[in-house]
């Protein structure tokens, strides 16, 4: 299919994305937007941030799933895509826990960098 279109008749295989941050104000209308195109979302958040008032509509949706979990650790998933958005993003939250916020943006992301490359995932840092 030119230009990346699927041909009328046949429809898309969904994707298993891990959104990590998913519970945030950016990451969860992310989740909403993925969830309606028909993948399988796995959000990530240790809701130091997030809220996860922001994603219990997604409660009970077979295509929906909440891990609570910090990316400073490490995480072990077999997904296609990864969308890096954990970060206490608010100077307000980086005064309050200024180590956590550089912890969560370093050791996070090479976290997620290693889950990538293991298998083989496309990633996004934001």
């Known amino acids: 299919s030119a230009g990346g ?3 009328l008749g046949l429809k898309r295989k969904g994707l ?14 992310l989740v909403d937007r993925l969830i309606a195109r028909g993948d399988n ?15 219990m509509h997604h409660f ?5 799933e909440l891990i ?3 990316v400073v ?14 970060c206490p993003a608010s100077p307000v939250h980086y005064k309050f826990n200024p180590v956590k916020t550089i912890k969560t943006n370093v050791v996070g992301t090479l976290n997620m960098l290693g889950l990538a490359k293991r298998v ?3 990633f996004l840092l934001t």
Request: net charge neutral; hydrophobic share 40%.
């Open 5 to 7: 279109k699927i041909p």
């Open 16 to 29: 298993r994305i891990v959104v990590t941050g998913g519970a945030g104000f950016v990451g969860s209308h």
């Open 41 to 55: 979302v796995i959000v990530v958040d240790n809701f130091f941030t997030g809220r996860k008032e922001n994603v």
């Open 60 to 64: 009970g949706n077979p295509n929906f």
């Open 68 to 70: 609570r979990h910090d």
């Open 73 to 86: 650790e490490p995480l072990l998933l077999e997904v296609d895509q990864i969308y890096h958005l954990a």
């Open 120 to 122: 083989g995932a496309r």
